[in-house]
């Protein structure tokens, strides 16, 4: 069942499936070419930031202007679960899909940066926070009250952080490096954990929602 709300969120939004994949490949690149010294630190970051948030904020939007069909999907097999739980998949998803394409790109380009699974949970776990924050707030409030949300996390992401790590004031990667693989496994299980809450509580907010 899972799957196939999947392929749905990916099929309603699929032009920005496609950018996200361009996305996912094209920001480490381009940080490696235009500033090496934090391509280690910046570019997986942000390439995940703009993969997840921008996917969502236009799924988001795409379901807002078909709004009926939640409702017709109601009407099917699938339960209101399932159709809140799979974005969080999706979520899952295209965080795989930017650390698999970082990992090919490190090894297939010298110098880009090193492979730090204790990084890369680090940007996992921060990412996840904020969606997890995100998801209930628009379950409740819908996407027109919350659709700037994206933008200030992009615009932030845009211009903060490259200001705070060139400053050295945000260097998750040093961060990770200093981290023991008991505080990796803290750091996956806090994910893990805020994510079950977040997929909880947005499910008890959807199952109450006047989809009509």
């Known amino acids: 069942m899972l799957i196939h709300l999947i392929k749905k969120d990916i ?23 235009r500033a090496q010294t934090y391509s280690g630190s910046l570019g997986f970051i942000l390439a995940v930031v703009f993969s997840e948030f921008m996917f969502c904020q236009n799924l988001s939007m795409k379901e807002n202007q078909y709004s009926n069909a939640a409702a017709l999907l109601c009407a099917t097999p699938y339960t209101r679960k399932e159709m809140v739980v799979s974005k969080y998949i999706l979520f899952v998803l295209i965080f ?34 904020v969606y997890s924050v995100y998801m209930p707030i628009q379950y409740q409030m819908g996407y027109e009250k919350t659709k700037l949300f994206f933008m200030a996390i992009l615009l932030a992401a845009s211009f903060g952080l490259p200001v705070l790590i060139a400053k050295g004031d945000l260097n998750v990667l040093s961060l990770a490096e200093q981290s023991s693989y008991v505080v990796v496994s803290i750091i996956l299980a806090t994910s893990i954990i ?13 199952r109450k929602k006047d989809l009509a």
């Open 96 to 129: 795989l899909y930017c650390s698999i394409v970082y990992t090919i790109e490190i090894f297939l380009i010298p110098g880009m940066g090193k492979l730090d699974v204790k990084y890369m949970l680090t940007v996992f776990l921060v990412a996840s926070v």
């Open 194 to 206: 805020i994510m079950i809450i977040s997929v909880m509580a947005s499910v008890k907010i959807y």
């Open 11 to 33: 099929l309603i939004a699929k032009k920005y499936a496609m950018l996200v994949m361009v996305i996912g490949i094209v920001i480490p690149l381009f940080i490696f070419w």
